[in-house]
């Protein structure tokens, strides 16, 4: 939904936006495969809903998508939301927004150091607010690299 959500109607609406972009593609919305490799291991393979890697607690919109990162600690926080019905995903959403879904079960969250996504086919992910496309993501923190001031 971020790439596809013009950016007159972020600066409208804000996170709302998000929320609209979504709704009108909602019909749209199936699982993908994807299989997640970290240094331990493989993490998960199988259909995946969403993804979300992190290095902070809220996604530019305000998710708490990763709510518990830490800038300092070296880590990338993952979270996967496998397969499921279309309207369970949904009733999840607040979840997510939330930050309550890590005591879910149904939902994967670690950490990690690096982690590889190798999807069957193209994703469209959001780096950072940055929309990117591609079925292979390597991600990693590097660190000591700047100097960020958080409240």
């Keep these: 939904a971020t790439e596809e959500t013009p950016s007159e109607t972020k600066r409208l609406l804000g996170p709302w936006a998000y929320v609209i972009t979504g709704v009108k593609k909602f019909s749209e919305l199936r699982p993908s495969r994807a299989r997640f490799a970290t240094p331990e291991g493989e993490a998960y393979d199988g259909e995946v809903m969403l993804f979300a890697v992190g290095n902070a607690k809220q996604t530019g919109g305000g998710s708490l998508l990763t709510p518990r990162a830490e800038f300092g600690d070296g880590l990338l926080d993952v979270v996967i939301v496998p397969g499921m019905p279309r309207m369970?995903?949904?009733?999840?959403?607040?979840?997510?927004?939330?930050?309550?879904?890590?005591?879910?079960?149904?939902?994967?969250?670690?950490?990690?150091?690096?982690?590889?996504?190798?999807?069957?086919?193209?994703?469209?992910v959001n780096a950072d607010g940055e929309p990117l496309s591609g079925s292979e993501f390597d991600y990693e923190v590097s660190g000591r690299t700047i100097t960020l001031m958080t409240p």
Excluded: M
């Design 88 to 124: 369970d995903f949904v009733a999840l959403l607040p979840d997510l927004r939330a930050g309550t879904h890590v005591d879910n079960p149904d939902v994967l969250y670690f950490q990690t150091e690096r982690l590889r996504v190798e999807a069957e086919e193209e994703l469209s």
